[in-house]
């Protein structure tokens, strides 16, 4: 069974940074994908970042240029770095890592970031 825990949320004004951690535990047979999801309140989650056997990367085009994933797969973690943060980037940001031998996929509890001013 994998576990994942994030950490980093937090609130920040625009144009401001955060980065978010997310470390996985358990036993990662066949992972080679792991990412980043946010819901933005009276939202759906929606897709972030990717990133396949630590180095691949893929964004969603509102995050592109801003936001940087990065991984290391000997240590199972995945960071999560955001940049000119906008009001809009406001959500509950979760960790996900998948699909592993069997098709499952595993979430974090999720971490808040606000940015207001």
């Known amino acids: 069974h994998v576990q994942l825990v994030e950490s980093g949320g937090g609130s920040v004004q625009p144009g401001g940074s955060l980065r978010l951690s997310c470390t996985a535990s358990?036993?990662?047979?066949?992972?080679?994908?792991m990412g980043w999801y946010r819901q933005a309140p009276g939202k759906q989650r929606e897709w972030v970042a990717t990133i396949i056997l630590g180095r691949d990367t893929n964004y969603a085009d509102s995050v592109k240029g801003r936001f940087t994933v990065s991984g290391d797969a000997a240590k199972n973690t995945v960071d999560l770095r955001m940049n000119s943060l906008k009001p809009e980037d406001t959500a509950v940001y979760y960790c996900r890592a998948g699909p592993d031998y069997a098709g499952n996929y595993y979430w974090g509890q999720g971490t808040q970031v606000t940015v207001s001013s």
């Open positions: 358990g036993v990662m047979v066949n992972i080679v994908a």
